[in-house]
């Protein structure tokens, strides 16, 4: 399948032409999509659509633009010279919930502030312990985060971070580059992993900013 | 095209990513048997949802003193009826736990 340009006054829309209505999501189309990204990010500055982002024909897609264009221009505008980077972190989890269960059995005997023998309150205090062990470990990982974090925070333009998407999946981040600070993201990189013990660690990139745009919606 | 990826335990953020929910949409299946499990699933992933949130409510209050003792006993009686009768839901729809959830794309799962 072959991509072309279709200009469009100050933007280029990349697109393919397919025959029938949908093209089917198997890996090695999205990968193919995800190439094309890849290689347009070389040169310019890209705002990624989602694949199997369809219109009838080019006079549709033409208007869908036309009537988003200002949307458009301030997303490459913002976007302009930067590209995302994505950073990965795992942490032991379980062990770390264990040890905050085992001081939370050792120094807060009497901390639970129901006491009582009913099946209610029973019921409760098993609750409220648990509630406490989550809060603290939740805590803890807000904390580590934190201190991440901080490697980057001189070389990022802007950042999405998301915590314990498992529980060994301590941060998944997203950082938006300058293109000459990229060097230094990585130099923070190394630093991260020659101090953060324990803790495994990953940096992909560079990408096209797919987390960083504003006006997705365009066109799906 | 630039070397993408830098780790050392490649196969670790493999596994660990496999446990979370993929970005392309599963196929809905529309088996006359599966609209019903699949109804009932709904129905008691929202009924397990409010549960949960109500058990979290409760937590904070107890945290902050506003619960008397007789609020937390009663409180408790009746999460242990919820979680009873949650129980028995699932046995007869023939679902697990783990099958109690709603794949919100990409803000990630409900729970």
Redesign the interface.
């Known amino acids: 399948m072959s991509v072309y340009n279709l200009p469009y006054r100050a933007l280029g829309i990349v697109v393919s032409d397919i025959a029938g209505e949908k093209v089917r999501a198997t890996e090695k189309r999205v990968l193919e999509h995800e190439r094309v990204n890849e290689r347009l990010m070389e040169s310019w500055t890209v705002l990624p659509c989602r694949f199997n982002t369809l219109f009838k024909d080019k006079e549709r897609l033409l208007v869908a633009v036309g009537g988003r264009y200002a949307e458009l221009q301030t997303d490459l505008n913002r976007l302009q010279g930067k590209r995302e980077y994505g950073l990965k972190v795992l942490w032991p989890g379980k062990a770390i919930r264990e040890k905050i269960e085992e001081n939370c059995t050792e120094k807060n005997k009497g901390a639970c502030p129901v006491s009582g023998n009913s099946s209610g309150k029973r019921f409760m205090q098993r609750l409220y312990r648990r509630y406490r062990i989550d809060k603290a470990f939740s805590a803890e990982a807000a904390r580590q985060i934190e201190y991440i974090d901080g490697f980057f925070t001189d070389c990022v333009v802007t950042k999405k971070l998301e915590k314990l998407r498992t529980e060994n999946l301590l941060l998944s981040a997203y950082y938006l580059v300058k293109k000459e600070k990229e060097e230094e993201l990585k130099a923070a990189f190394a630093r991260l992993r020659s101090r953060a013990k324990g803790f495994k660690c990953l940096l992909s990139g560079p990408w096209p900013p797919y987390n960083f745009i504003q006006n997705a919606g365009l066109l799906g | ?2 070397n ?7 196969e ?2 493999s596994a ?2 496999d ?2 929910k993929g970005v ?1 949409p599963s196929r809905i299946n529309a088996e006359p048997k599966s609209v019903e499990k699949g109804l009932a699933k709904l129905v008691l992933t929202l009924i397990e949802l409010i549960r949960k949130l109500l ?2 409510q ?2 904070r209050r ?2 902050g ?1 506003t619960l008397s ?1 007789e609020e ?6 009746t ?2 009826k919820l979680e009873k009768k949650m129980e028995e839901l699932k046995k007869v729809f023939g679902l697990k736990d783990e099958e109690l959830n709603i794949d919100l794309g990409p803000l ?1 799962d409900l729970m």
Not at chain 2, 4 to 10: H, P
Not at chain 2, 72 to 77: D, Q
């Open positions: 095209m630039e993408k990826i830098e780790t050392d335990a490649l670790q953020f660990e990513m446990k979370v392309l058990e979290k409760a937590m107890m945290d003193g003792e937390i006993e009663r409180m408790g009686e999460f242990i990630g």
